[in-house]
């Protein structure tokens, strides 16, 4: 196939009662695509990023943590951070974040 197309991309990550799911989208050419879902009040504790990363928040509110700067994401919400980065993420409200992992220079 020469292309993949997700015409809404929050509907492909079904929000949990609780919890965090993720899946990964694509895995091509050096570029993965997570999808994650979290029920409210879910955490992804602070870590690094073992690549050089994007966060792109689809669906809700979340209060995100870079580098130590607060970040209030909401929907178009978009982060990207160098490998290393340490970063935080707390679902407000149901959420839906694409994460896409890029090459290592």
């Known amino acids: ?26 895995d091509e050419d050096g570029v993965e695509l997570v999808l994650f879902a979290f029920a409210a009040g879910e955490r992804l504790s602070e870590h690094t990023s073992s690549r050089p990363a994007i966060l792109h928040f689809l ?10 700067e607060a970040v209030d994401a909401g929907v ?15 679902a407000r409200t149901p959420l839906v974040m694409a994460l896409y992992l890029l090459p290592t220079p």
């Open 76 to 90: 178009g919400t978009w982060v990207r951070m160098a490998h290393g980065t340490r970063h935080s993420v707390v």
């Open 59 to 68: 669906a809700g509110e979340a209060d995100v943590t870079v580098d130590g």
């Open 1 to 26: 196939m020469s292309a993949v197309v997700y015409r809404d991309l929050a509907a492909e990550a079904p929000i949990p009662a609780r919890g965090i799911l993720s899946q990964t989208l694509s």
